[in-house]
């Protein structure tokens, strides 16, 4: 059964930033930041904004907008796209906003008649972690059937002073462990991981083959059955959530709810004391090596 994500989408970005109550069609993304390390600059349409200097960073390292900057996410049902929302490609189904003062922001839109509303939450929780949580409420007054979304970020971390901006990409868990990681050659590793509580749905990681900046259906995601190491690559990542039916307002008497909500996680992190001693290590038996052939 088709369902169309329409009338009013409602979003929320949480923590501390500075901002001004404004309401445009477009409104220019908001900065949010916490334990002095992680910040995060965030679209009306809820992705990482590819505007400013900082798209998502931690430690004074940036994660996403040194090379072609994308962020994305997609909501589809049992017949396919319903809305998706591109950094790249500049789309956005979030058509008006209102940023309010005192510690978040809420956003508005209507897409044009029907009954789907959807709250996002995005925060920092802790150093280096920027958590988001979707709650997608249907008041469309039918079921709405294999729902599903997809989130993808292309981790460009980077090395400072280096070329390119592959990563070494590994599926870290599926189901309610699903995670996935990128890794620049220096050790920064920029993790998307599930948040939803265990066994609430089918969830799966994702490392684009084809692609690092174009957004990817969660039909896709979920029936890869992506598991352990990707390689190299200069690869998307992404997440799959499998929502199945969420129910009519009429069937809240049957025990069923018109609501379902899920979440996950960008983790940041640092390469471990062994890592730099590893890298260091390498350096040095190549300088070794550099010596030998000279002094012969």
Known sequence: MKFELKNHITKAVALAFCGAMATAAQAAPTVISGFGTTSATIADAGYFSPSGALGLSFNGREFVNLGT?????????????VAVADS??????????????????????????????????????????VAVQIQLTNNT???ATGVKWSVGVDPDQGVPGGVGFGTTNVILGTGSAAAVQATSS?????????????????????????????PVSPVTILGAGQTGSQGFSD????????????????????????????????IMAVPEPETYAMLLAGLGLIGFSARRRIGA
Do not use: K, Q, R
Not at 69 to 81: Q, R, T
């Open 141 to 143: 007054g039918v079921d």
């Open 186 to 214: 220096d050790g920064w590793s920029l993790t998307l991981a599930n948040t939803t509580s265990a066994g609430a749905f089918d969830v799966a990681g994702y490392v684009d083959p084809f692609s690092c900046c174009s």
């Open 235 to 266: 690869s998307s990542i992404n997440l799959g959530f499998n929502l199945g039916t969420v129910y009519a307002v009429s069937d809240l008497a049957l025990g069923h709810s018109n609501t379902v909500s899920f979440g996950y996680e960008y």
């Open 69 to 81: 900057f994308a962020s994305n996410w997609s909501l589809y049902d049992s017949s396919g796209a």
């Open 88 to 129: 790249v490609g500049g789309t956005n189904p979030l058509s008006s906003i209102s940023f309010g003062v005192g510690g978040s922001v809420s956003v508005t839109t209507n897409l044009g008649g029907g009954g789907w509303s959807l709250l996002e939450t995005v925060s920092i929780p802790s150093s280096g972690h």
